[in-house]
């Protein structure tokens, strides 16, 4: 069953831009997690953030967590042709084994030269 | 440092073959689970393991098996290929940090199965 899903389902923008992607879930969590799959490759982990952890930085990117609307976001600032790929969020669920993660379908970003 | 190894990157099996996708991680992680992803639907977690000899089935277990005789390894055994099987296939891995702290899996760069 789907806990997370990520909105928009697909996005483009050019160079430089800011793209942000967001992604609510259903059950309470631990923690939720992005990752990125380049097309044809394994999914890498971005960031992680903890129930108890409203927002955290890594580089270009921020990412929100509001417990109370059981949503994130994903902010990826001035962003690069190598940012094109697809992007996804996961959870664990509440009572699971750590490591089970629930993934969303995922947001394609395209970024234009 | 390899991280987590998939073999083969491709395969093409017949309705009722069976085969074994490989997954070796170098990383010491305690846990190893294996997903498949299917256009549209993400990925479902097929089965995973918190240590050596502990296996647990997770969203999708039918019609695959798994052993963890050791840390390294966690080898996925698909019984008799079904088209519905047709899929691409993720080996992930991770430390044990507990479940309330969690911890980031380690995807190996997956195997293309194709079930005719």
């Known amino acids: 069953s789907q806990q997370g899903e990520e909105d928009p389902q697909a996005l483009s923008i050019q160079e430089g831009e800011n793209a942000t992607m967001n992604c609510s879930y259903k059950?309470?969590?631990?923690?939720l997690q992005w990752y990125r799959q380049n097309s044809g490759r394994g999914l890498v982990h971005l960031i992680l953030?903890?129930?108890?952890?409203r927002e955290k930085h890594s580089g270009r990117l921020r990412v929100t967590l509001d417990t109370s609307k059981k949503s994130s976001s994903l902010l990826i600032t001035a962003s690069r042709a190598a940012d094109t790929a697809s992007y996804f969020c996961?959870?664990?669920?509440?009572?699971?084994?750590?490591?089970?993660?629930?993934f969303g379908k995922g947001t394609k970003l395209s970024v234009k030269p | 440092n390899a991280g987590v190894t998939q073999t083969p990157k491709f395969q093409v099996l017949k309705t009722g073959q069976s085969m074994t996708l490989q997954c070796a991680q170098d990383m010491n992680h305690e846990y190893m689970s294996w997903y498949r992803q299917d256009p549209g639907m993400g990925l479902r977690l097929i089965h995973y393991s918190v240590g050596a000899g502990i296996t647990d089935q997770g969203e999708v277990p039918n019609g695959y098996n798994v052993s963890r005789s050791t840390t390294e390894d966690f080898p996925l055994r698909l019984l008799s290929a079904a088209p519905s099987q047709t899929s691409v296939y993720f080996c992930a891995s991770s430390r044990f940090e507990g479940q309330e702290w969690g911890s980031p899996l380690h995807f190996g760069n997956g195997t293309r199965l194709t079930v005719t």
């Open positions: 953030i903890r129930s108890n952890e």
């Open positions: 996961a959870t664990d669920y509440y009572g699971g084994s750590q490591g089970n993660l629930i």
């Open positions: 059950t309470s969590i631990n923690n």
